[in-house]
């Protein structure tokens, strides 16, 4: 079966319908995942069809050659098929103009961040990816093997050119990405080029973002399905829902494309929509993992068709998460629980419980831990998220398989103490937060760890 290619695009998924070889890089996006592709790839992808403009995108993998291997042959086409109850729509999408892992093509990567016709540059590096300590600070040895020595490089070579700044688009899930990528990127500056400080205030901006789209890991029986569907062999295959949304706040350095047109919201202040998705949809996502995990179940919507499970998904989005939530204006939180649901039903997903469980020293404090405190302040507690806490803690303990997390093994050795808790969060714990437990919350966790 031969690779899908821009020689031999089939006729029964849409296409990309703007001359792609006439086109320019005008994004450069580091951590080109399959969430990426059915994200951010698919606006711009759809932005340059609908309004034109130079913005292909070359993708920048730090270490795994996987994605320019699949990709790279395929002159960065790939399909995008959005699965749901009523069946499968596929998009191949024209937007990735090449992918270039790091360390063998630095001359590369450097003179598409130093081009005039770069623009923009965006981010998926997952929470691990931004380098930070326990206490959300750099962490320098970390960072020399990320992507700050590359942008470091590239704001010298600019200045020292005179060319423009660059807008830099953190679209990972953690509360106030801009500001956090902004600081973080300052941090590494101010230790080893203060002499560019002022440069990157002055010509460069951070926006924050909310990015939403369930994108499963694709695998083999994806592949082989969209290879029926479409006669053809296409190895970059992503699979995902046909939700999604994208509020982007309006703080660009220069020109960017038409995302707006084709359904970005770009807004004042993203606070309040990142907040939600993180402590309602995150936050429910990781709680149906642990304990779904722990019941026995493979995927989301095996989970979240458990009528127990159900209820504390939302208990834990309606009844925890939404009141600490200033809601977006014209956003009813209660229905958007409900929709968050629907989603998690859909039974054509396959959304696996084990790769929303990775990682969660980087994902609790911003999808529990806030709600927490914020409860804790007014007297109240929450049990939803408790039984969660309790059911991650028996996932460190090892009862779903290895533990697949940058600090598994401190964390692991935590959760074998007889009451965990206070090696894992307050003044002591390894997981820095404002939420202490108390003695109540406490007993619940012991409670939720016993049953
Ligand atoms: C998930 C997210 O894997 C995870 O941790 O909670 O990737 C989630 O699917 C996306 O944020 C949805 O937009």
């Known amino acids: 079966m031969s690779r899908i290619s821009a020689q031999n695009l089939p006729a029964n998924a849409a296409l990309p319908a703007y001359d792609r ?33 130079d913005w292909l995108i070359a993708g920048i993998s730090l270490r795994s050659p996987t994605v320019g291997e699949q990709l790279n042959p395929q002159d960065g086409l ?16 024209g937007s990735v103009a090449e992918v270039i892992v790091a360390p063998e093509n630095l001359a590369r990567i450097k003179a598409l961040l130093c081009a005039p016709t770069t623009h923009i540059v965006t981010f998926t590096v997952t929470e691990k990816g931004y380098c930070r300590r326990a206490d959300g600070g750099l962490d320098l040895a970390l960072a020399a093997q990320g992507f700050y020595p590359l942008l470091a490089d590239a704001f010298a070579a600019r ?3 005179g060319i423009g700044g660059l807008t830099l688009l953190s679209c990972d899930n953690l509360a106030d990405n801009g500001h956090q990528l902004k ?17 990157v205030g002055a010509h460069c901006t951070f926006p924050c973002s909310m990015v939403d789209r369930i994108v499963p890991a694709t695998t083999d029986a994806d592949r082989a399905e969209v290879e029926g569907l479409l006669g053809l062999r296409d190895e970059g295959v992503v699979m995902t829902e046909p939700f999604s949304q994208w509020v982007i706040e309006d703080n660009f350095a220069g020109p960017r494309p038409a995302w707006d047109a084709v359904g970005a919201q770009i807004v004042g202040d993203v606070a309040p929509y990142e907040t939600a998705k993180l402590r309602m949809l995150n936050g429910a996502h990781s709680a149906l993992a642990y304990c779904g995990l722990v019941g026995g179940y493979t995927y989301v919507h095996q989970a979240v068709g458990d009528p127990a499970l159900r209820a504390m998904a939302l208990r834990l989005m309606r009844e925890e998460a939404a009141p600490t ?16 649901i629907e989603r998690f039903d859909n039974p054509a997903l396959n959304h696996r419980l084990i790769q ?15 709600t927490l405190a914020a409860h804790q302040a007014q007297g109240r507690s929450c049990p939803a998220i408790l039984s969660a806490i309790a059911a991650w803690i028996k996932h460190l303990r090892g009862q779903n398989g290895p533990v697949d997390d940058p600090r598994a093994t401190e964390l692991s050795v935590a959760a074998q103490n007889a009451e965990p808790v206070s090696g894992l969060f307050g003044p002591n714990g390894l997981i820095e937060s404002d939420w202490v437990p108390n003695s109540a919350e406490v007993a619940l966790i012991m409670e939720g760890l016993a049953r």
Do not use: C, N
């Not at 080109?32 to 309004?51: I, K, S, V």
């Not at 929303?356 to 806030?370: C, E, F, H, T, V």
């Open 159 to 161: 200045k020292a050119a």
């Open 21 to 53: 070889a006439a086109k320019r890089i005008g994004i450069v996006h580091f951590g080109l995942g399959a969430f990426t592709r059915a994200h951010q790839a698919w606006y711009t992808d759809r932005a340059m069809e609908a309004f034109g403009g």
């Open 325 to 340: 939530i200033p809601a977006p204006e014209g956003m009813d939180l209660a229905a958007y629980a409900d929709a968050l």
């Open 78 to 93: 790939y399909t995008l098929a959005e699965k749901s109850g009523e069946g499968t729509k596929l998009r191949v999408v």
């Open 356 to 370: 929303i469980a990775m990682d969660g020293s980087q994902k609790i404090p911003q999808r529990w831990l806030a």
């Open 183 to 199: 600081r973080l990127m300052g941090e590494y500056l101010a230790a080893h080029h203060p002499d560019l400080v002022d440069w």
